[in-house]
């Protein structure tokens, strides 16, 4: 059994390949999204800072990952990035901002991770793509499934108003935005 809650030495790095240039400034589309927390979030809807963080797939305990998981820069860490933000959330729910994670998986492989993690937020499942193909996020294919790269989205009022791409190591997202949100909250932008 792999120990999902760290990665191995030597992955590879994922290189910006401009794949998210296109999202800054960008609204989110009226894409209702099933939550592990019950019911449906509709994007355009949020109001005030949220934070995305959109991630490939993570482990089951027990269940092999895709062949060649570690050898696709960026797939592996998704457990750790989950982990960061569960660590953070405390102190981004302070300043008053929404957190939600982002995957293609269904609704109950999410909700197994979430509760295995102890996640205080909503993890969204965007199964059928809508929401990842009206943004055009970047994606890759592994094991027959389309997924979604490692990114993060901070919108404001369903716009988006920063983009973290790519994402390396994975557990060092949750920092950057809980740094880029207190600066924008105690000191907002003109």
Request: hydrophobic content about 40%.
């Given at each position: 059994?792999?120990?999902?809650?760290?990665?191995?030495?030597?992955?590879?790095?994922?290189?910006?390949?401009?794949?998210?240039?296109?999202?800054?400034?960008?609204?989110?589309?009226?894409?209702?999204?099933?939550?592990?927390?019950?019911?449906?979030?509709?994007?355009?809807?949020?109001?005030?800072?949220?934070?995305?963080?959109?991630?490939?797939?993570?482990?089951?305990?027990?269940?092999?990952?895709?062949?060649?998981?570690?050898q696709i820069p960026?797939?592996?860490?998704?457990?750790?990035?989950?982990?960061a933000y569960r660590?953070?959330?405390?102190?981004?729910?302070?300043?008053?901002?929404?957190?939600?994670?982002?995957?293609?998986?269904?609704?109950?492989?999410?909700?197994?991770?979430?509760?295995?993690?102890?996640?205080?937020?909503?993890?969204?499942?965007?199964?059928?793509?809508?929401?990842?193909?009206?943004?055009?996020?970047?994606?890759?294919?592994?094991?027959?499934?389309?997924?979604?790269?490692?990114?993060?989205?901070?919108?404001?009022?369903?716009?988006?108003?920063?983009?973290?791409?790519?994402?390396?190591?994975?557990?060092?997202?949750?920092?950057?935005?809980?740094?880029?949100?207190?600066?924008?909250?105690?000191?907002?932008?003109?």
């Open positions: 059994m792999k120990d999902y809650a760290s990665t191995p030495e030597n992955l590879p790095v994922p290189q910006d390949d401009g794949a998210a240039n296109h999202l800054h400034g960008s609204h989110l589309p009226a894409v209702a999204l099933t939550s592990t927390q019950g019911g449906r979030v509709d994007m355009s809807a949020l109001n005030g800072y949220a934070v995305i963080y959109c991630y490939p797939m993570t482990g089951v305990p027990g269940v092999a990952l895709p062949e060649g998981w570690d960026g797939a592996r860490g998704c457990t750790p990035q989950n982990l660590d953070h959330y405390e102190q981004l729910h302070e300043i008053g901002i929404q957190v939600f994670g982002l995957s293609t998986q269904a609704t109950a492989y999410q909700q197994e991770m979430a509760e295995r993690l102890h996640l205080p937020f909503a993890v969204l499942s965007d199964a059928d793509m809508a929401f990842t193909n009206a943004m055009r996020l970047p994606t890759f294919q592994a094991a027959g499934m389309q997924l979604i790269k490692r990114l993060t989205l901070i919108t404001k009022d369903a716009q988006v108003v920063a983009v973290k791409y790519p994402i390396f190591p994975s557990n060092s997202d949750a920092e950057w935005a809980l740094n880029w949100l207190e600066g924008a909250v105690q000191s907002p932008p003109n």
